[in-house]
C-alpha cells in the first residue's frame, strides 16, 4: 500500500510540474500556425486495456472537476496543458497497473488464506462498480452549444474564426474592364454636364466676335430716310421742304482704306479670345472627367469598406450574443458583455459614417452623370501609371497654360488696336440724298476721300492703352504661376500616388498578420483563459483598422493617378485610347 501511495504521489508531482512548465507550449500556440479545434495538436498513445481503462476513469474522476461543474467530458477541446497532464499520470498509472499484475501473478502461488489477508488489487477495484456523481441537474453539453444547466437559457457557443478574407484579397478586375468602365461613366457625365454647354456657348459668342471684326473690313453701307412736318421759326425756308410729301432718302456707302493696322489687330485679339474659348471647353471636359473618375473611385472605395465594416459588425454582433449567454448564466463575466457591447456599438457607428460617405457620394455622381451611377465591386487599377517625365513633358499642350498664353496675345493685340484708333484713318465714301434743295433740286451721287482723326480726347485713348498692357503682363503672370501651380501639383500627386500604393501594400500584409492573431487570440481567450476579451476586442479593432486603412491607401494612389493625368491634361487622351 505505501508503494502504490509513493507511486501516485510522484505521478501528482509530476502533473503539477507540467502544469507550471505549460508556457512553453502556450507560446508554441501563439507564434504557429492556427489549428483545427476539432483535433488533437498532440498524438498520445491511449491505454487500451479494461485495467488501464478502469485506472484512467479513477484519475479522471478525481481531477476534472473543471469538467464535472458544466456536465462536460475531456475531448479535443480540452486545454493542452491538462492532455499533457493526464499523459504522464495515464504513463505513471500503467506502470503501477503492470507492477500489480505481476503481484497478482505471484500470489496466486501463495495459500489461500496468505491471499485472502492480502489488500485488494487495482483490478479488484476496477471490478468494482464506480461511483458516478449525480448529474440530473447537469444538461449534456453538444457542439454548438455553450455551457448550461437545467435552468439556465439557451447559449449558442461561437465556434472558431473563421478566416476573414484579406481587404486587398478580391478579384482583380482586368485595366481594359476598368478603362471601358470609366470611358463609359465619363462619356455620360461629358453629355450631361451643363458646365460644357455654358463653355461651348462662350465659344460660340467668341466666334461671332471675330465675325464681327471681320464686317469691317467691308464696305459700311448707311441707308436713312427724312419725313418733313413744316417750317417754323426765323431763317429761310423753302416750299420744297415743309411738307410730308418732300420725304427724302439717302445711302451712305464708308469703305476703310488705311488704318494704321486697327481692323487686324481687332481681329488677332478677337481670335484670340476664340481661341482661349476653345481651350477652356477642352479644359471643362478634362474637369469633369476628372470629378467623375475621383467619385467613381470614392464609390467604390465606400462600397468596398462598407462590406469589410458589415463583416466587423457581424463578428462583434456573435461575440455579444455568446457573451450575453455566458453572462446569464455567470454574472461575474457581465463586464465582458458590456465591453462587446461598447465594440459593437463602436462598429455599428462606423459602418454607419460609411455608409453616409458612401450616400454622399452617391449624390455628387448623379449631379455629375444625371442618373444613378454604376459602380464595379472592387477596383484594382495598378496598371496605367503615368510617369514624372511624361506628365511634365505633356505640360507644353496643357490646355490651360495655351489658353493663357492665348489671353495674352488678345490683351496684346487689343492695346495694339486702341494706339491705331488713336491716328488718322482714311475712308472712302460714296453718298446720295434726295433731298430737294431750295430750287426744287436734288443733289448729286459723291464719292471721295474723308480723313477722321481724334486729335485729342482727354488722355483717355493713353489710358485704355496702357490698361490694355497692363491686363496683357497680368495674364503673363497668371500663366507662368499656372505652369509653376501644375509642375508642383503634378510631382506632389506622382508623390502621393507611389506612396498610397506601397502604404496600401504595407497594409495589406498587416491585414494578414493581425488577421492570424485576432484568430490566436480568440482560441487564448476561448480556450485556454491566457487573453482577455480586451485582448480579442483590440485585436479585432486593429485587424478592421488595418484593412480600411488598406483600402483607403490603394484607392488614394488611384484618385493620385487620375490627379496626374487631370493636371497633365492627358485624361480625355486616357480614355479616347481603345
Known amino acids: 500500500m505505501d508503494k502504490k501511495f509513493v507511486i501516485r504521489t510522484v505521478a501528482l508531482a509530476l502533473s503539477l510540474a507540467l502544469v507550471q512548465g505549460s508556457q512553453a507550449a502556450d507560446d508554441e500556440l501563439l507564434f504557429s500556425a492556427p489549428q483545427p479545434i476539432g483535433g488533437s495538436r498532440f498524438k498520445m498513445e491511449a491505454p487500451q486495456g479494461s485495467e488501464k481503462i478502469a485506472a484512467v476513469a479513477r484519475n479522471e474522476a478525481s481531477n476534472s472537476t473543471m469538467y464535472s461543474r458544466f456536465g462536460l467530458t475531456p475531448s479535443a477541446n480540452t486545454p493542452l496543458k491538462y492532455q499533457q497532464a493526464k499523459a504522464s499520470t495515464t504513463r505513471i498509472i500503467d506502470i503501477e497497473e503492470d507492477n500489480e499484475v505481476t503481484q497478482r501473478a505471484t500470489s496466486a502461488q501463495q495459500p489461500a488464506s496468505q491471499r485472502q489477508s492480502e489488500p485488494a488489487l487495482a ?34 457557443r461561437m465556434r472558431d474564426i473563421p478566416p476573414r478574407p484579406v481587404a486587398l484579397a478580391q478579384p482583380v478586375q482586368s485595366t481594359a474592364v476598368i478603362h471601358a468602365w470609366f470611358k463609359k461613366m465619363v462619356g455620360i457625365a461629358l453629355d450631361h454636364s451643363p458646365e460644357i454647354r455654358g463653355a461651348l456657348s462662350d465659344m460660340e459668342a467668341s466666334s461671332w ?29 423753302t416750299r420744297h421742304n415743309n411738307s410730308i410729301s418732300d420725304t427724302s432718302a439717302s445711302v451712305s456707302v464708308n469703305t476703310t482704306v488705311f488704318d494704321w493696322g486697327r481692323i487686324s489687330a481687332e481681329l488677332d485679339s478677337a481670335r484670340e479670345g476664340l481661341s482661349a474659348s476653345e481651350l477652356l471647353v477642352k479644359e471643362t471636359r478634362e474637369q469633369v472627367a476628372s470629378s467623375t473618375m475621383t467619385e467613381l473611385l470614392n464609390l467604390s472605395r465606400y ?10 459588425v457581424k463578428r462583434m454582433q456573435e461575440l455579444v450574443t455568446m457573451l450575453s449567454g455566458i453572462a446569464s448564466v455567470d454574472k461575474g463575466r457581465a463586464s465582458e458583455l458590456v465591453q462587446a457591447r461598447a465594440r459593437l456599438l463602436s462598429a455599428q457607428a462606423q459602418k454607419e459614417q460609411l455608409q453616409h460617405q458612401y450616400d454622399n457620394t452617391r449624390i455628387k455622381l448623379v449631379r455629375l452623370m444625371g442618373v444613378e451611377p454604376q459602380a464595379l465591386p472592387a477596383v ?8 514624372l517625365n511624361t ?51 436734288t443733289d448729286a451721287w459723291y464719292t471721295g476721300l474723308n480723313v477722321q482723326w481724334s ?17 496683357m503682363r497680368s495674364a503673363q503672370e497668371k500663366t507662368q504661376t499656372s505652369r509653376y501651380e501644375l509642375e508642383y501639383q503634378i510631382r506632389n500627386m506622382v508623390e502621393t500616388r507611389d506612396s ?35 485582448d480579442v476586442l483590440s485585436a479585432e479593432s486593429d485587424h478592421f483598422n488595418n484593412q480600411i486603412s488598406a483600402i483607403n491607401n490603394r484607392y488614394d494612389g488611384y484618385n493620385s493617378n487620375v490627379a496626374v493625368m487631370y493636371s497633365a491634361a492627358i485624361l480625355l487622351n486616357w480614355l479616347a485610347k481603345a
Open 123 to 156: 483490478s479488484d477495484i476496477a471490478d468494482e462498480p464506480v461511483a458516478q456523481e449525480d448529474t440530473s441537474d447537469v444538461l449534456e453539453f453538444h457542439d454548438g452549444e455553450g455551457p448550461r444547466t437545467l435552468n439556465a437559457p439557451p447559449v449558442n
Open 500 to 534: 498610397s500604393l506601397m502604404r496600401a501594400e504595407s497594409y495589406m500584409q498587416l491585414s494578414a498578420e493581425t488577421d492570424r492573431v485576432r484568430d490566436m487570440f480568440y482560441r487564448q481567450w476561448y480556450h485556454l483563459g491566457t487573453r482577455t476579451l480586451l
Open 391 to 441: 506628365a511634365l513633358g505633356a505640360l507644353t499642350d496643357h490646355p490651360t497654360l495655351k489658353r493663357g498664353e492665348a489671353e495674352v496675345r488678345a490683351a496684346d493685340a487689343q492695346a495694339e488696336a486702341i494706339r491705331a484708333g488713336g491716328l488718322p484713318q482714311v475712308n472712302w465714301v460714296v453718298q446720295k440724298s434726295t433731298a430737294k434743295d431750295q430750287y426744287g433740286d
Open 303 to 312: 462600397k468596398e469598406s462598407i462590406q469589410v465594416a458589415e463583416a466587423y
Open 455 to 471: 486729335a485729342f480726347s482727354g488722355g483717355s485713348e493713353r489710358a485704355q492703352r496702357q490698361a490694355a498692357l497692363a491686363k
Open 209 to 237: 466676335g471675330v465675325k464681327q471684326v471681320q464686317g469691317q473690313r467691308y464696305p459700311q453701307v448707311t441707308v436713312g430716310s427724312s419725313a418733313p412736318f413744316g417750317s417754323f421759326g426765323g431763317g429761310n425756308s
Open 380 to 387: 484594382r487599377w495598378n496598371s496605367d501609371q503615368v510617369a
